[in-house]
């Protein structure tokens, strides 16, 4: 079976500050993996999603993630936080998509 | 755009009454899917359907029905409604792949309350 760990609740970052969000996965074969982002008293929308065509991949609103196989991680990256990016990010695995329990990203200025 | 709508954004129902919550996709996608979202669990996939009149479990079935009559629209059925069905119920839909795993499209949820 798949599955999906977030590492952190709740993550706190200052404006301008990096944002690093931590996702491990396990799956015995090559996983297909997606961050997802909801706003508050919203539907969620995809910000990204690895498919194995590269270990590197951009998404929507400057985020990022990296595929590590060696570490069964999908970590979710900005180099700078905006207050418009506070919100709930779920890390999911395949197309049933099993979901991560979601990391809150709070944004002081 | 891909839209997913769903009927109510909010809904309040008594213990005992049966609810039904609609979800409808403009982009013919062939599968549809029902998660409820509470706090500090995430997203639980209640049922699935990959085609029309089809439908699989998901993680958390019990206590729910659904239906899919039409492609573009699938229903979740509370037969009796309990106190600990209130949450947040979201719809999704998606493609299904030819060797490809393609992203779901989620609606804005629909905030249910059993009181």
């Known amino acids: 079976a798949q599955s999906v760990t977030q590492l952190g609740s709740h993550v706190s970052v200052s404006e301008g500050a990096l944002v690093l969000l931590r996702c491990n996965y396990s799956?015995?074969?090559?996983?297909?993996l997606f961050w997802y982002v909801q706003y508050p008293n919203q539907g969620l929308q995809l910000l990204l999603k690895?498919?194995?065509?590269?270990?590197l991949v951009k998404g929507i609103n400057g985020f990022e993630a990296e595929f590590k196989k060696s570490e069964t991680s999908f970590h979710l990256t900005k180099p700078s936080a905006h207050m418009s990016d506070a919100a709930e990010y779920f890390c999911?695995?395949?197309?049933?998509?099993?979901f991560g329990k979601g990391t809150m990203l709070l944004v002081s200025p | 755009d891909v839209k997913v709508t769903q009927s109510s954004r909010y809904l309040v129902k008594r213990t005992g009454e049966k609810v039904f919550l609609e979800c409808v996709q403009d982009?013919?996608?062939?599968?549809m899917f029902w998660y409820r979202q509470d706090p500090g669990l995430g997203l639980r996939l209640i049922y699935f359907?990959?085609?029309?009149?089809?439908?699989e479990k998901g993680d958390i079935p019990e206590g729910y029905s659904v239906s899919r009559e039409k492609k573009e629209r699938f229903s979740l059925i509370l037969e009796s409604a309990s106190t600990n069905q209130t949450s947040m119920y979201l719809c999704?839909?998606?493609?299904?792949?030819?060797?490809?795993?393609?992203?779901?499209?989620f609606g804005p949820g629909t905030r249910l309350t059993v009181t």
């Open positions: 999704a839909s998606s493609w299904i792949g030819q060797g490809q795993i393609y992203e779901q499209y």
């Open positions: 799956s015995s074969v090559p996983p297909y």
């Open positions: 690895y498919t194995s065509a590269a270990t």
């Open positions: 999911a695995v395949k197309s049933t998509l099993t």
């Open positions: 982009m013919d996608h062939e599968n």
């Open positions: 359907s990959y085609d029309v009149k089809m439908k």
